[in-house]
Structure formats: structure tokens, C-alpha cells
């Protein structure tokens, strides 16, 4: 597809993505450096105390703290983000039918994600804690105390956030069946496959990347999560998040290099996790243009 | 036929199957699934309605006394205020996103870009760092140039911190759309920017609305940096969610449950007319030739 | 949206770029005058710093008396934690924003530490004099003053007099009244405040104390920490946490949820800070209105009593451009007979100015105070004090949960705070 009059095709690229990487490295890279460099640095409190090196990582990696809220994060985002999927793809493939009252059900089911998490997050807690007690006396049982113990303390929280972004998963995956061409399914369905191959033979391999897409966001984001789990529980019985424990070192016992080393843990363990994704997805829709069709 | 699952069957458009079993079951679906989605709203509108300690704190939904009080209190405190700011924030934010997003993911999608995975490695490196890490050093930046308590020193950052996922997103979209549309075009003599225009765009549309509403929302609901960079002063900058954190009892420690529902609910009801009115855009028929309606 | 032709297509864009520019533009507002002009600023939160709060009309009385250098506030979130975030910003920034600081009682190490607040040696007299001890203390760290104390917080024991004739004076007379009425009335026991925060370490202290425990000596220079009272105190709380003397859903509740609970009939005791008094008086709807009253806490000796304190103090920003202005208003806000007592009489906040509280000796909480208010400890003002705080949460609250061994849970706190002093 060679041009043949205005700018290459490579250059045109440069010129296309130039704007959105200088206003993401002005803005964003400048911050990023400056916290990493204060990771090497020793501080008590709020006093810098000169060089550390890579004490302040080592420190950090040596904290069973740190591998506690690791394994809630973990479970937390596999747990979250697997049902999130499941109910998303539920809702999109409702969404995607025509009938009547679509257009209401499909506002809706947006509804929990667009209320403010911190709001919602108040609400859950609310709603579990054992007093006033509303889901246990709407489904009467009596004085179970879900935010007091391990185990149901994870489940409020992760509870909390699949009803609150299923919508999301749910919004990319819904836009993503929009772009399956009908005809596609007419002549299947003239060739005789049911639904179910239908379903999984033709669909899926053609959402692919709009779940991929879904899950690389809503995985990191979940390994990010910071109000629900903190307004809920504080942290206590295990549901304390890697984002709780950075934010204690920046904000309530600050040490900028402590704080600043977990914060670069945290973002080089999301980063190596979402690279996962974004290669499985660039092979679908970067490399060249043979998608199969 | 059985009754399909969560994971739903594949009945894309029009075709609905008439059997009253499976009329009765996709109702009894579909109330289960307003009723997760809404119930917990239901809740929120409910207590915002409430007045008095003890209904505030009752588990018992229908427990009076109600009024309006909550809301009178809301208004009060300038809220009106909180929402246009809100709005110019979020709004400028999606814009700029979608602007600059969409041409730089015309360009990973269609053009020749060396190393395009390690290009979105990068993109998406950016909006990984934990954004409490990140507070500091920009709160300095943000201070030395004048930006804090200003629209412009909050929409810059979002802009910054959204454009990764717009570009999964849309290049997502962009690359699923056959090129031979693009090629038909161009053999009619457009210039790439027509084609983008008037064929990549349109057929892009589920995704660049879907992108749209994701940016607006996340915008909107973001807290961290809207907290520090206008902490205060609805009359400048103060977003929504900044406000209603804000918003205290008429005692200390009291904990103002009935405003924070009241605000959230007058928040949400503009959502959700804009969810409303973008769900229409992400499924609009495309009337062009072979992508689906 | 094929069906937009050219035309219209052109006109939202253009639209969208309009609103883009107009959007653009924040709405000049007043930059929030700085102390050019010999305005002050104080910032200060919480629900009393509202228009129509004690804090603005306490500010409005300052600004009448002081035409020259009217103080306004700048209001600051509820909460403690954002009070203090949004005040570190502006100070690490060395910002002449902030003049007057309302500070909590535990942040005076760390704001001195960091050289934000300036010393207040040289108008020590004039306050030390009229104040209260406890609250004195809380604004001095390294022997000098750093705040004037402002208000104060002591906690008490709320019960139910149709339930309980005599207030328990020992935690275990309490525990024992607690377990047997609840059970009779089919309700809790006793709420406190027992989730995972700054309030459990409060109410842990209020036990530990009253066993005779002690954390630092008199400069914070040596850890005198008692690790036989700590378990002590941690096993009773285990105890009660089991026998059904804690009411359902302590180990979540903070001081609100523990309101709620008594103030609906269902607990027969409750810890909790005097705020929670007239909001029962004044709440129509609840059924305990006219049927509790307030006590003293108990200790583990039956004798005495000891509370945690509570409260502000105003220090002076070391980086104010009217040291001198702000310095007075903070000793004025201090000492003040009319404005100590104005808090007290309609705002509910305990005055930090000791003459008060013989003043008002009808009203049943200030009596109360005036009791229990010399005898109540703070919490040592340390710089650490905050990840001191986080280590005996996070060693102490599985302790009490059952989750972990009571023993070694003492055990590290011990150890955390023989590091503080090394």
C-alpha cells in the first residue's frame, strides 16, 4: 500500500503517535524517574539520611508484610477478575440482544460502575458489617460477622468489586461483539452448528481481543486496588493490598524511600504481568494484517 | 431448549425463539440480573431519603422518618459547583483522549511502526506506577507551575494516565477492521486521512464509544490526584468525589451517611442519561455493507 | 453514525473543540489570600470548621477584636489522616499558605521533627498556667512547646441505667455485668472501639494503663513498657472477645458503629467519647434516651481511673509570614475564657482550660470531664508515634482476635519500641 504523494507511512506513524507519547513522558516518565531515584535513597521519616542503594528493595522483599498482602493481592485479582469476566461476558452477550427495555437493562447494568467507589465502598461495608447488619437480616443470619474474620473478610471485598466493574468487562466485551459481522453467524447457522458452536467457534475466537483488552485492564487494575479493601476492612484478616501497605509508607509513616522502593516493586511485578497480556495480544492485531476472518 | 446460562447463548439479533419456558426463563435472567445491579442503588436512594440517626442507621430499609433534608444539605455546600467542574474536567479529559488516543492508535493498528510491542509495553508501563508514589514529585512539579487548584493541572494528568488504555482500546478496534475497506477507499482516491474519516471511524464507533464513556467515568470517580491537586474550593476546582469525601457530620466524628447517599445519587442520575445515551452510539446500526447492526 | 453527513460531522468536532477551549479555562477564582496584608489563614478540619461551626465563630470573634488581622479558615476533611496529608504538602513545600495549624495531639513530634511549627517557649508560662496537664503535655515534645492545646477528648463509659444500677469500676465487674444482662436482654454487652486503627490502640492503652502500664519515661528516652500488664490487658481482651462480654461486630466497629449499637438499645455498655451524649439526649428516636448515663472507665485495680486524651492543639506554621499575629491568636484561642467556654456550652469539644470545668460543673459532662481529665494520659507525641501506633495494631489486634500468639504479639511490640528510643 505504497503512498505516493505527502508523507511516508512511517514517518505519518511517528507524526500520529508523537503527541500522545510526549504527553505521557512529560507527564507521567517525570514523576516515575523521580520516585525511583528516591528509592535508593535512606530516609528516616521524613529525613533524608543520604545513599542506600538497594537496601531499601532488599528491606522491602524481606517483609513478610509485603508477601502477605502479595497473596491477598494475588487472590484477590484472580478470584475478582475471573468472575468479572464471566459475569461481563453474561451481561454483554445480554446487552448485544434486541428486545424490549434493552436500552434501560443495558444503563442498568452500568450502574454500579458509574457510583464512585468510595461511595460504594462505604455502602458494602455498610451492607456486610455486622452492625446494623443489612445482609444479614434481609437474609437472616443473625450475627455473622463477615468483616471480623479471614476468608469472609477476602470475599466481602472481592464481592464489593465484581458487582461494582463487571459492568466494565461487560462494556468492552459488548462493543467487541458489535464488531462481529452477522453474516458470519448466518452462514454457520445455514451450515447447521448450534448455538454452543456457534458460541464457541465463532465468537470467542473473534473477541479474543477485546477480552484480552478487558482482562489486561481490569488485571492490573485489580493488582492496584486500594479503597475498597481499605474502607471495608482497613486491611485487617488478610485483606490488606500491596497499594494499602505503599500507601501506609508514602502518606501515614512516610519514608520516601521505602515507600518509593515498594511502589516500584509493585509497578515492575504489574508491568511483568500485563506485558504477559500485551504480548498475547500484539501478536492478534499488531504483527501485520492476518487476522483470520 | 434449555435455558442458557450465565454465560448466555449466542442469539445475536432478532431471532428469538418463542417456547414460554424460555420466554419465562430470560425474564426470571433478567430480573435477577437488575435486581444485582439495582438493588444496592435502590439502597443508596432509600437512605438518602432518610433523616434522623436512627433511620440512617437502621438495617431496616423502610424505616423513617424521610425528607428531602439530605438534599437541601448537599445543594448547600455548592455542590452545583462541584458537578460543572466535574463535568469540564472529565469532559475536556475524554476529548483530548479520544483526539489524540485514536490517531496514535490508527498508527499502531495500520501503519508500519517498528517495534509496536514494545511501544505498547511502554504505553502501558505508564499508567502502572502506583499513583500514591506519584503524588509528591508532581505535587511539586504541579506547585512550581502554577497548576494546582486549576481545571488544567488535573485534565492534563488524566489525559496523561487514560491515554494508554484508550489506545489498547481503540487500536483494538482499529486493527479488527478488514483492510480491504480501507483499500476499497483508497482506490477511489482518498487521501489516508479521508480514509480514516469516513471509514475506520465509523466502523470503529462501538469502540470509540465504549473508550468514551470508559474515560469520562474513570475521570469523573478519579480521587487521589483531584484530593491533593484541589483539595479545596468548589468555586475553583473541587471535583465531585473530592466533595462528597469532604463532606462531615454535624458533630465531630459523626459520620454523614445521609448527604454522602444523597450526593451520590445526584451524581449517578447524569451518568447514567449519559450511559444511556452513549449504550445507543455503542450499538448503533452501521448500516455499511457487511459489519454488523 | 454513517447516517452524519460531511456537514454535520464537521460541526460536532467543531463543537467539541469549543467546548474543549472554553472548558480549558478554570473559572478565575480568589487564590486564597495569603498571609500578605496581615490576613491569617488557619487551617484546621472537621465538622466544627463548617460555616456555622464553633471554629468559624471562634475566628469570627478573633477577626472582630483584631480588625488588622482577621484569621480565616481553610476547611480541611474530617478525618485526622487527610487533615494531616493536606497540611504535610503544603508545609514540605515550605508554602506561607497556612499560618495557624490545628494540629492533633499526636503529630506534635513529627511536626517539630520537621521543623514546620515554630517553638512557643516564650509564651509557656502563659499558657502552661491555665491548662489542663494532659493536654499540656501533648503539645510539648523535646521539653519545648510547640502548640498551644485547643480542645481536648477524654473517653467514658456509657451505660444503661435500667439495666445497671452501679457503674463497674474494675474491667472484669464490667465484663461480668456485661456477659450476664446481655444474655438476660438478648443483647450486647460492650462496644468499644476494636476495628484495626488508631482507636483500637486507643482503647487497647485505656486497658493497659489502667494496669498500671507505662510505654515511655518522662523525655521518651527509655522504653518502660510492661510486658505483664500488656498481656494482661490483651487477654482480657481476648477473653471478652470469646465470652460474649464484647458485643458482636468490636472487631470491626469504630466509634460510630459502637454509637449506633447503644444508642438503639443494644448494647449495655459502651466506650466511647462524649460527642456520642448528645446525640443520644437529642435523638427523638432512640430508645435509650432517657435510660443511660456516663462513668468514669474502670481499671483493673478498681481504683482511679485513666482515659486516653484526645483533642487539637493550634501551633504557628514555622513558615508563616506573621509569626507574631498567629502566635497571639493561638495562645488567645488557648487561654481564652470566653472562647474555652463557648466551646464547651455550644459546641460539645472539651476546653483544654482548667477553670472552665469548675465553671460548669452542672452540666453532667463537663462534671465528668473536669473528673476524669487530670487523670487522662496521652499518647506519647512522639515522631514515631504513628508507626508505633501501626505496629501495635498490627501485633495486638490477631493477638486479640485469637489469631496469634498474645505472648509473642507482646513480645514484638516490646522490641519495636526498645527500637524507637536506640
Known sequence: ?293 | MSITTKRGGDKQGIVESRTTAQIWGKSALLGVILLWCLFPFFWLIMTSLKIGDRALNSPDLFQGPFGLQNYEAVFAQDFHLNLRNSLAIAGTTTILCVVIGSIAAYALARLPLKRKILLLSAVLAVSLFPPVALVPPLYELWRSLGLLNTWEGLYIPYTSFTLPLTIFILTTFFAAIPKDLEEAARVDGATPFKAFYRVIFPLAAPGVFAAAIIIFVQAWNEFLLASTFAPRDPEIAQTVPVAIAAFTGAVPFQRPIGTITAACVVVTIPMIIVALVFQKRIVAGLTAGSVKG | MSGLNNRARWVAVVGALSLGAVAACTPSGDEGGDGGGGELTWAIGGAEAQPGGIHQRIAEMWSEQNPDNPISIEVLPEAADQQREQQALELQAEGSGFDVLGMDVIWTGEYSENGWVESLEDVRDEIESVSLPGPFESAVWGGELWAAPYNSNAGFLFYRTDLVDQPPTTWEEMCQMATQIGQQEDIGGFVGQGARYEGFVVNWLEYYWSGGGELFNEDQSEVTFDTDTATQATEFMADANQSGCFAPGFNTAQEEEARNEFQSGNAVFMRNWPYAYDLIKDDQASPIREQFDIAPLPTFTGEGTISALGGFNNAVSAFSDNKEMAKEFVVWASTDEEVQTMMATEASLPPTRESVYQDLADDPVMSLLGEVLPDAKPRPPAPQWNAISVEMQRALFPAYNGEANIQDSVQTVDEFLQSTVE
Do not use: C
Request: charged share 15%; hydrophobic share 55%.
Open chain 1, 1 to 293: 500500500m505504497a503512498r505516493r504523494r505527502g508523507l511516508s507511512e512511517t514517518a505519518l506513524a511517528r507524526v500520529f503517535v508523537s503527541p500522545s507519547i510526549i504527553l505521557m513522558a512529560l507527564v507521567a516518565a517525570f514523576p516515575v524517574i523521580y520516585a525511583f531515584v528516591l528509592s535508593l535513597q535512606a530516609y528516616t521519616r521524613r529525613i533524608g539520611e543520604g545513599w542506600a542503594g538497594i537496601d531499601n528493595y532488599v528491606e522491602a522483599l524481606s517483609d513478610e508484610r509485603f508477601w502477605t498482602s502479595l497473596q491477598f493481592t494475588f487472590i484477590f485479582t484472580i478470584t475478582s477478575v475471573a468472575a468479572e469476566f464471566v459475569i461481563g461476558l453474561g451481561f454483554a452477550l445480554l446487552m448485544n440482544q434486541a428486545f424490549r427495555g434493552r436500552g434501560v437493562t443495558r444503563a442498568a447494568i452500568l450502574v454500579p460502575w458509574v457510583i464512585p467507589t468510595v461511595i460504594a465502598a462505604q455502602m458494602w461495608f455498610f451492607m456486610f458489617n455486622v452492625t446494623p447488619g443489612f445482609i444479614n437480616s434481609v437474609f437472616g443470619l443473625g450475627n455473622f460477622n463477615w468483616l471480623g474474620q479471614s476468608g469472609w473478610a477476602t470475599f466481602a471485598v472481592i464481592f464489593a468489586d465484581v458487582w461494582k466493574t463487571a459492568p466494565f468487562v461487560a462494556l468492552l466485551l459488548l462493543a467487541g461483539l458489535q464488531t462481529i459481522p452477522g453474516d458470519v453467524y448466518e452462514s454457520a447457522r445455514v451450515d447447521g452448528a448450534k448455538m454452543f458452536q456457534r458460541f464457541w467457534h465463532i465468537t470467542m475466537p473473534l473477541l479474543k481481543p477485546a477480552i484480552l483488552v478487558a482482562l489486561l485492564f481490569r488485571t492490573v487494575e485489580a493488582l492496584r486496588v486500594y479503597d475498597l479493601p481499605q474502607v471495608m476492612t482497613g486491611g485487617a484478616f488478610d485483606t490488606e493490598s500491596l497499594s494499602i501497605l505503599v500507601q501506609q509508607y508514602i502518606v501515614l509513616t512516610p519514608d520516601p524511600g521505602y515507600g518509593s522502593a515498594l511502589s516500584t516493586i509493585t509497578f515492575i511485578l504489574i508491568l511483568g504481568i500485563g506485558m504477559i497480556f500485551v504480548t498475547l495480544l500484539g501478536r492478534d492485531l499488531v504483527i501485520g494484517g492476518e487476522e483470520e476472518r
